[in-house]
């Protein structure tokens, strides 16, 4: 058949096609128009050719007939094929479907890349039912089907969302180094390196420079990674992670939970009235509605989870550590040892999940004992036994966000670093926030990849990065 292929050729007489995105079609409608991408979906029938198009800014159904339908090109056309195609928007009869409510009608194209077929074909490689590791062996072409693609467009309006709430409310964006020599958040987590013969760590927060900006900058916040040697593989733990921190000073523990609150519900807003990043939103929960059921059938889950997001209600729940021991205690959630809380224990993620679900709204968890927490955090005055600290839990996910108050005397930011064991020296810079004027002050940081699950109902954290690392995988 490829032997009677025709060459096509452009007709002179047309006039000449406006170079354009998906997203701009509907304002383009009834004029020429040539529009690059990838072939999507692709439906060969006699004579006749369906392909939806994908640029990355949206899909649009495309219609080759007769002539265009035999060349040598269209004869072998497979998806991702890369392609220009030329000719006219025409907005579909009533009771067609196609995304934006219409579709181009070809005149002329050309091939720019050919893509396999066969056992190379995109659809052997990354199957919907492939197994796991074969995706993420392959996230570079697992990225282009609709899942992955939605839920990096959501994260793409969270990250802008969040600069637009953090401008609102008047915090400054900095860039914190990732290379350091101090640690934030425990030596367990900590990925060293050798930086020029001397010891240097990947950064975990960039909390402590964060609190270095505030005589400088006022409050303060960078969108940065954050880095965990984890050893343990959950579905929420990465070894390089997106991480939204703030800083502010002159707080009350109070300010800061009330900010908080503020800077969640406000940035969900920013994201929820964006029409099409709802319909993505719903799109993904729907499609975590149906691997919840296959989950279901499979036996892995007790029972079906719904996933349908809403904005969340303000106020959050607020919630002591003691109180959360007794509800844990009451509902007959075990601790790690199978027996119940007790003050002073961890709550580990099973228990920490099984409570965020059985409450099903966000809670701040608060006043977590000092010695669960990180050095720095500050005592609450009225309980010596714990600290102003709160996680905030979500439904679906458990903790997506960690904050406290942070220790602002320098004699007890001494004691705390002899009570650790962590030298004070490679600390100088931070312990002078308490020399040279000291502040109350307090912040907190946001995984983004666990506040992404929760709001597009992800089994994983690993589906919210581009391309996750964890335990085992550093590519690609
Ligand atoms: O609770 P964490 O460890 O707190 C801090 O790092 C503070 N220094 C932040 C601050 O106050 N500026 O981490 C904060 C959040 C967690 O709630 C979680 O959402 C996320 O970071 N996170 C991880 N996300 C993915 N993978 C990991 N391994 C994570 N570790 C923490």
Known sequence: EAAKAIKLVEDPSKPAA????????TDHRNVRVAISGWVHR????????????RDGTGLLQCILADKLTETYDALTMTLETSITLHG?????????????????????????????????????????????????????????????????????????????????????????????????????????????????????SSQLYLETCLPSLGDVFCIQESFRAEKSL?????????????????????????????????????VWNDPQIRAFIQELNEEANREEKKRFEKKEVAEIKHYEFQPPQRPFRRMKYEEAIAWLNEHGIPNEEGEPHKFG????????????????????????PFELK?????????????????D?????????????????????????????????????WFTDQ?????????????GLERLLAWITGRWTVKECSLYPRWMGRCTP
Do not use: W
Not at 18 to 25: L, R
Not at 98 to 118: F, K, M, N, Q, S
Not at 347 to 366: G, H, K, S, Y
Not at 434 to 445: A, L, V
């Open 234 to 270: 959950t579905r929420r733990h990465l070894s390089e992670y997106t991480h939204i921190e703030a800083e502010l000073a002159f707080i009350t523990f109070d300010d800061l939970l009330n900010h908080l609150e503020d800077m969640i519900c406000r940035t969900i807003d920013h």
């Open 392 to 428: 905030c839990l979500m439904p679906g996910v458990g903790e997506i966000v960690g904050g406290s108050m942070r220790m602002d005397d320098l004699e007890e930011l001494l004691a705390a670093y002899k009570r650790e064991g962590i030298p004070a020296d490679p600390y100088y």
């Open 42 to 53: 692709l439906r060969q029938q006699k004579s006749m050719i369906f392909i939806t198009l």
């Open 88 to 204: 006219e928007i025409k907005e579909l009869p009533a009771g067609a479907h196609a995304p934006g409510g219409h579709e181009l009608i070809v005149d002329y194209y050309t091939v720019i890349g050919r893509a396999p077929g066969g056992d190379e074909a995109i659809t052997n490689i990354v199957a919907p039912d492939a197994d796991p590791q074969t995706k993420y062996n392959n996230r570079h072409l697992t990225i282009r089907g609709d899942v992955a693609s939605a839920n990096l467009k959501v994260r793409a309006a969270v990250v802008r969302a969040f600069r637009r709430s953090y401008d609102d409310l008047g915090l400054l964006e900095v860039t914190p180094p990732c290379m350091v020599q101090t640690m934030c958040e425990g030596g367990a987590t900590l990925f060293e390196f050798d930086y020029y013969g001397e010891k240097a760590y990947l950064t975990q």
């Open 345 to 368: 224990d961890d709550i580990a993620e099973a228990a920490e999940r099984r409570m965020t679900d059985i409450l099903n709204t966000p809670i701040f968890l608060t006043h977590f």
């Open 434 to 446: 308490r020399k040279y004027g000291t502040t109350p002050h307090g912040g907190y940081g946001i």
């Open 18 to 25: 406006k170079k354009i995105k998906i997203k701009d079609t």
């Open 374 to 390: 990180a050095f720095y955090m500050k005592k609450d005055p009225s309980d010596p036994r714990v600290t102003e600290s709160v």
